[in-house]
Structure formats: structure tokens, C-alpha cells
């Protein structure tokens, strides 16, 4: 009875001491769209929680129009991470805890900085320890002020009482304004491309409002200079090339919308490049897992048909017989021939039979000159009536 | 759940029997040449023939695990890579076994014999490391390949299409009939 007390008490401090060690997510969470508490996470619980350290700076716009691109930069820096350098980032609209992402306040989301379209990012810090990252967003189509959050998600390498790490940043206003009659900008409905497939340079698709002219710029990510894309279309659906990109590259683009005396230039967009899409199964890779196993396996039985010591021609070889004969003299008993026939049976081609030569000293014997070996001939064999 | 955690077992019994396999192979083929180990041949011989046996045996499983461990496991080039290699393992092993099996233990004293035995146990463990670094690649991030200085592409291969892949079946599947059935009987190596 004591015993099984302690086994259960043991047991039951296994569990607590096992729980007090454990992290919740020390990876991070993959991008997706979260709102602020992600879910009732450690870094949402005050008593799992710590205030992080981080310095996160907001920059946009103060006013935009209803419906067009905003862009929204955000800077982080300061914050004492984990080994593993991983940073969550928010973009929110409010900060209630729940129904809190920009599409809740009926913004869009074209592009995050991972070139997504999610509120919620994963990103790597290198060790300067600064990143400065950025998201488009297409403002609400209501008029009036609105409100942008970030919010940050960390761990860190000094964190004796494994704690969670958040930062959040104060509102930041901006004065949604109604759109000016005939303001030419992207269609609410296109939606920017993510990645493009390695070697396509099939031409981007834009879907505009109010636009007579569509310019398209682009870049690769990292240069300043930017070259102007060829672009065609009408009654605003719009075909911009863009030449194909190749290996690890990310290809930035601007689009500038204009219509009369409006010029409407908005942020840069990117897209990453992929390798192209690989069209194997697992039907094809056991066919061809097998397939390759059966040829290795035929080869080497192959092999071992050429490389097996061969007894046959020892046998044949009877040259110790004929010289033993000859210094007896003496005929051997025909019950004593060795039974060759049959061997020879195995070889009696025409050529074999033709190149034996007879021999008026060794009658019964046939002299093989390509193998320098006597061999008995099976129409007089030695020591016959003949 | 349990198919990871299995694939996981059986992957290390695979790769450990295979690498024992290799390596004992090696040292019997160099038996012929080193004379300190040409005592212990017949140690080694056994030994690779017991580990390469259950080489064979669990290499089939860990591919079924390692396909239910996956989600899509034959539509990603590093994991169709590892569909290929594992076959190739199986084909060297096989070839392994079938040699020893057919020649008996003292295919050792035959040169020729003897040193297709330690390439087929080589092309085994070779196959094996690459096939069992993949895997370590995509489940830690790390491998014993990082010690070499250049790492492969494996997130690219080759994709047959399937009647090449079946001429190859056919093919082999052939040979291996004409050598079993139709080529000269092979005997055991006597002293």
C-alpha cells in the first residue's frame, strides 16, 4: 500500500516537474491570420508572460483614400531574442483580443512581408538585431479615422523563468478620406501574385478602376534602379511583362495608375521565384524504386555467371592421363577412361571438333593446340579395339 | 504518430545493419590482402551476412513507415529521392545476400567474387547513408553529410516516366531469370 502511495506521488511531481520545464511554441507559429492573443497563447497570459524590450516604430501615411494602396512600415529593434532568433509580428486593427486583424476594420491585406497576405508573420532577426518590415494594405472603404497596432512575439536566451515575451505599440492614426470621383487605383478584387515559377515570363495580370494608363516598374529585390515594364490593355485590365527570373531571386514591381490630372503611384509589391512545380508521385517513385532495384540485382547475378570459377575445363583436360600413358606404354583399360563424354557433349560444337588435331604417336588421343592439352577422342578412345 | 515513431526505430536498425554490413564486407575482402585480418574473415563474413539479412528485412519497412509517417510522400523531390535510393540499397543488399548465399563462404577466396561482394555491400551502405542523411536533413535539419564539403541537390531529381520505369522492371525481372534458370548451374566455392 506505501508503496504504490509513492510510485503514484512520484508520478504526479514527474508531471509537475516536467510541465514547469515544457515552452509552448519555442519555434513560432507559421504565418497566418491571429489575432492579438493568438489564440490564448503564453505571450496573451499575464502570468506566463513578460513585457518585451523591443523598440517597434510605426510609419505610414496620416490620411489615405477610401479603397486605394497604403503602405505600412514597420521597425523593430533591441528586444533580447531566443537562440533561435525567431520574431512574431502583428499587424492589428485593435488590440481587444479578439476579431482585432486589419480585415476586421475592412482593410485588405495585398501583400505582408513575407509576401503573403496574412496579418500575423514569422520573421528571422540576423544578429544586428534591426528589422524594418513592411505591409500593403488596401484601406477600408468607409471614411473616417482608423487605428493600426503591431504587436510582437518573442522569447529569449536569458529566461531563467521561461517566460513569454510581448510588445505592443500604441495606435497609430490614420484619416481614412473619401476617393476623389474618377481617383484611378487597383481594382478591390485583384489580388497580387505571391511566387512565380522559375523561367515563366508569362505577363502579370492587373485589374485597375478609373486608370487610362497603366505603368509598370519593377526591380530585382536589393537594386535602386528600376526598368519599366512593357504593358498593354484597355478598359482597365492590364498585361504587364516582366522578364522571367531564375534560382533564389525576388522580383519588386510598382504600379502607377493615372487618369487625366491624377497620378496615383503605389508601394512596392514583390513576388518570390520557385523552382518549378515537380510533377513525380508515389506510384511512379515505387515503380521506379523497384525497377532499380531488380536491374542491380540482375546485373550482379549476370556478373556472377561470368566470374564463377569454371571446374568444366580441368575436366577436359587430360593431359597428365597422356603423359602418364606415355612413359607406362601401357593401354588403359577402357573401363578406366574417365566418362568425359558428357562434358564434352557441352562444347561439341563444330569449331571445337575441328581445331583438335590426331596424333599417329598417341592413338586414342586428340591434341587441343589452343588449350595445350591432350583431350581423349570419343570415336577411338585410348586404349580401344581400334 | 506511431508510423514516425516506428519509422524512426526502424530506420536506425536498417541503417545500423547496413553500415555493419559494409563495413564488415570491406574487411573481409581485405582479408585477401592483409594478413592479421585473414583470420578473422570468416568472423566477418558471418557477421555481414547475419546484419545485411536484417538489412533486407527492415529496409522494406522503413519505407512503408516512412511513407505513412508523410503526407505526401512521393510528390517532393527529396522524399522521391529517398523512394529511389532506398531501392538502390535494396538492390545492392540483395545482391549481396545472393552472392553469399550461391557461392557460399568462401566466395572470400575468389578475387573476382570477392570483390563484387565488397562493391555490392559498399553500394548498400553507400545508398544507405545517403538515403538515411536525407532523412536527417529534413527531420533535424542535420546530417553526418554536412562533414563533406559539397551536399548534393536532393531537392531535385529525376522522374522516369512510367514505361521507362516498367521496361526497366521487365528488363530486370528478365535478367534475372535468364541468370537464376537458363545460365550454367553455379556451385558453391570449395577449398
Avoid at chain 1, 516536467?18 to 490564448?40: I, K, L, Q, W
Amino acid at each position: 500500500m506505501m508503496k504504490s502511495r509513492i510510485l503514484v506521488l512520484t508520478i504526479i511531481i514527474g508531471f509537475l516537474l516536467t510541465s514547469t520545464s515544457s515552452m509552448a511554441n519555442p519555434g513560432g507559429e507559421v504565418d497566418s491570420n491571429r489575432d492579438f492573443t493568438c489564440g490564448g497563447s503564453c505571450h496573451g497570459d499575464p502570468s506566463l508572460s513578460a513585457p518585451s524590450d523591443a523598440v517597434i516604430e510605426i510609419r505610414t501615411v496620416n490620411t489615405t483614400y477610401a479603397g486605394t494602396m497604403t503602405e505600412v512600415e514597420v521597425s523593430i529593434s533591441g528586444m533580447d531574442l531566443s537562440k533561435n532568433r525567431l520574431l512574431g509580428v502583428f499587424l492589428l486593427g485593435s488590440i481587444n483580443g479578439n476579431s482585432d486583424t486589419p480585415s476586421d476594420y475592412d482593410w485588405s491585406i495585398i501583400q505582408d512581408p513575407n509576401g503573403g497576405s496574412s496579418n500575423y508573420v514569422l520573421i528571422f532577426v540576423p544578429e544586428s538585431g534591426e528589422i524594418t518590415i513592411n505591409w500593403v494594405l488596401l484601406a477600408p472603404s468607409e471614411v473616417g479615422p482608423q487605428s493600426i497596432y503591431v504587436s510582437i512575439h518573442h522569447g529569449s536566451d536569458s529566461n531563467p523563468d521561461n517566460r513569454a515575451f510581448i510588445g505592443t505599440t500604441e495606435g497609430y492614426s490614420i484619416q481614412i478620406d473619401s476617393i476623389p470621383d474618377d481617383y484611378p487605383t487597383i481594382a478591390d478584387n485583384w489580388v497580387a501574385l505571391e511566387e512565380r515559377v522559375a523561367g515563366d515570363d508569362s505577363p502579370l495580370q492587373f485589374s485597375t478602376v478609373n486608370t487610362d494608363v497603366l505603368s509598370v516598374e519593377w526591380r530585382l529585390a536589393g537594386e535602386i534602379e528600376s526598368h519599366t515594364a512593357e504593358v498593354v490593355g484597355a478598359d482597365n485590365e492590364w498585361q504587364a511583362q516582366i522578364p522571367a527570373s531564375l534560382g533564389d531571386t525576388r522580383i519588386e514591381y510598382r504600379i502607377t495608375a493615372s487618369q487625366g490630372e491624377y497620378n496615383n503611384q503605389m508601394p512596392w509589391l514583390s513576388m518570390d521565384t520557385v523552382p518549378p512545380y515537380f510533377d513525380g508521385n508515389l506510384f511512379g517513385a515505387r515503380l521506379q524504386s523497384i525497377s532499380s532495384a531488380l536491374i542491380i540485382i540482375g546485373f550482379v547475378l549476370t556478373m556472377h555467371m561470368i566470374l564463377a570459377p569454371r571446374q568444366k575445363k580441368d575436366e577436359l583436360d587430360q593431359t597428365l592421363e597422356v603423359e602418364t600413358s606415355e612413359e607406362v606404354s601401357e593401354p588403359i583399360p577402357i573401363e578406366e577412361i574417365p566418362d568425359i563424354e558428357p562434358e564434352v557433349e557441352n562444347d561439341d560444337t563444330e569449331e571445337y571438333n575441328s581445331r583438335l588435331i590426331h596424333s599417329e604417336d598417341n592413338p586414342g588421343w586428340l591434341w587441343d593446340p589452343v588449350e595445350s592439352e591432350w583431350v581423349a577422342d570419343p570415336n577411338n578412345p585410348p586404349g580401344g579395339d581400334s | 504518430m506511431f508510423a514516425i515513431t516506428f519509422h524512426h526505430m526502424i530506420v536506425g536498425i536498417a541503417s545500423g545493419t547496413g553500415i555493419l554490413m559494409g563495413i564488415c564486407a570491406l574487411l573481409a575482402w581485405l582479408g585477401n590482402f592483409v594478413s592479421n585480418l585473414d583470420d578473422f574473415q570468416q568472423s566477418f563474413d558471418k557477421t555481414s551476412l547475419l546484419s545485411s539479412i536484417l538489412c533486407f528485412i527492415c529496409m522494406p519497412l522503413a519505407i512503408f513507415s516512412g511513407t505513412y509517417a508523410t503526407s505526401d510522400p512521393g510528390g517532393i523531390a527529396i522524399l522521391y529521392n529517398k523512394f529511389v535510393f532506398s531501392g538502390l540499397a535494396i538492390g545492392f543488399t540483395a545482391s549481396f545476400i545472393a552472392g553469399r548465399v550461391r557461392f557460399g563462404e568462401k566466395i572470400w577466396n575468389d578475387f573476382k567474387l570477392s570483390t563484387l561482394q565488397m562493391i555490392c555491400a559498399s553500394g548498400a551502405m553507400f545508398w544507405i547513408i545517403i538515403t538515411g542523411s536525407i532523412g536527417g536533413k529534413i527531420s533535424i535539419g542535420e546530417s553526418v553529410m554536412d562533414i563533406m564539403p559539397f551536399w548534393p541537390d536532393f531537392t531535385s531529381t529525376i522522374v522516369l516516366p512510367w514505361w521507362i520505369s516498367m521496361v526497366m522492371l521487365v528488363f530486370g525481372i528478365a535478367s534475372i531469370f535468364v541468370a537464376l534458370k537458363l545460365g550454367p548451374t553455379v556451385n558453391k566455392i570449395s577449398d
